[in-house]
């Protein structure tokens, strides 16, 4: 198994798990990599830490070997070495080892240690995407490169050198966009809603383009995106990452979802958050979004609520409402359908007031113009089905830039907004 060749130590001192030959490809395409970036051994042109400026090169100038890349990248996906290991069958110790010579061989820290496994630092994260360059290269047929602007047809035609191919595709799709798929999660609560007036019109736009859609419960989409497993979520509140641009775009009312056989549906007035500190709720687990926010509300009111059970799937809690086991909080879009056929009924929250804000995201790096342009189709559909009143409780979050003509949808990109 070529995965976790040389450069990965058993835990004894200079024994080798296998035996390997320098990995010439390799060596001649990170030597590429780091040529193309405009850096050198000695970190001319760098722009932040050591490894920066050294691109793929260690402290002495030799390239990163194609088992070295692999296996950080294994790492840098899924976030634990345990796993990581399990993954590349080869034994923990020898890839936490094989992190820490790399960092040592680079002169800079690449992953942060915690409980749960482990994250990217800056300097981590620019290697994780340089190296997916070098993947991505030598994993494309040599004549899959058009050629570039100026050349003729004749002799090596359509042929690019590394450091070209390299530069040239820094902004193509690094992940499941590049097989000719754009990958979009959203949350269970709004996939109804949003599906139908997004599909056709990426399709129109993108006809050899495959729309694939997922839908997640919780964290699940943010999760995905930072897995590169998706290329655009929409998230829920979402925290500030470096990695990560995101722009806020609806802020939505949660409430109490009761049956319509429950007394709770014979009011229509908002209910205070104390009023439902004594009820049976079934509600998602602590990891979901929307356990979060309602109980950081319920501790601005200083009440404790009770949560009888724990269910993630919406569509399990409303069916579970529907049969009068208890009572649920959802954003209101979750619940049209219901409230439109009479099958549920909904009461907002307040005292504090209970709302969510609805974010589009994707990575900073690896951006394609699909997937630009499905950023931008995403957030003028959510805004249209406000406007025209099909997605009630909602309401727009505008910017500056949303004001000046034309920059509705465009602004997505450009503006770089995060949510604090």
């Avoid at 400026?53 to 070495?81: H, K, Q, W, Y």
């Avoid at 300097?123 to 047929?141: F, H, K």
């Amino acid at each position: 198994m070529d995965v976790a060749g040389a450069h990965l130590l058993d835990g004894h001192a200079g024994e080798r798990m296998y035996p390997s030959a320098p990995d010439d490809a390799a060596a001649q395409a990170s030597a590429s990599a780091a040529d193309a970036a405009g850096v050198r051994p000695d970190g001319a042109g760098s722009d932040d830490t050591a490894l920066l400026g050294r691109s793929l090169l260690n402290l002495d100038g030799r390239p990163l070997e194609l088992r070295e890349m692999r296996c950080f990248l294994t790492v840098a996906r899924i976030g634990n070495f345990g796993r990581a290991a399990r993954e590349l069958d080869i034994g923990q110790p020898a890839i936490s080892h094989a992190m820490q010579k790399l960092e040592a061989n680079l002169g800079t820290q690449l992953l942060v240690r915690h409980g749960r496994g482990v994250t990217l630092t800056r300097a981590g994260m620019r290697l994780r995407d340089r190296i997916e360059q070098v993947m991505q290269l030598l994993a494309s047929p040599l004549g899959d490169a058009p050629a570039p602007a100026g050349r003729d047809d004749e002799g090596d035609a359509g042929l690019e050198t590394a450091p070209a191919a390299i530069a040239r595709g820094a902004d193509r799709p690094l992940g499941a966009a590049a097989s000719g798929r754009v990958v979009l999660a959203v949350p269970a609560e709004l996939g109804p809603l949003l599906v139908a007036p997004l599909v056709e019109r990426f399709r129109t736009a993108w006809p050899d383009l495959q729309l694939e859609l997922q839908e997640g419960s919780g964290g699940a989409p943010e999760e995905w995106l930072l897995a590169r497993r998706v290329d655009v979520a929409v998230l829920q509140d979402p925290a500030a990452r470096d990695e990560l641009q995101i722009r806020p775009v609806l802020s939505e009312t949660l409430g109490l979802v009761v049956s319509v056989r429950s007394a709770l549906a014979d009011e229509s007035r908002p209910l205070r958050m104390r009023e439902i500190a004594g009820m049976k709720l079934i509600l998602p687990t602590r990891q979901h979004w929307i356990r979060r926010r309602l109980e950081q509300a319920a501790f601005q009111a200083g009440v404790t609520l009770d949560a009888a059970m724990e269910v993630d799937s919406c569509t399990l809690a409303k069916a579970m409402v529907r049969n009068g086991i208890g009572c649920t909080v959802l954003p209101s879009t979750a619940v049209q359908e219901e409230l439109a056929r009479g099958a549920l009924a909904f009461r907002a929250l307040i005292r504090p007031s209970l709302s969510t804000t609805h974010a589009i995201a994707h990575r900073r790096s690896g951006v394609t113009p699909a997937i630009r342009d499905l950023a931008r189709m995403l957030h003028g559909a959510m805004v249209s089905l406000v406007e025209q009143g099909a997605w009630t409780g909602a309401q727009v979050i505008r910017t500056e830039t949303d004001e000046r003509p034309g920059f509705a949808e465009s602004s997505f990109l450009e503006t770089g907004e995060r949510m604090g």
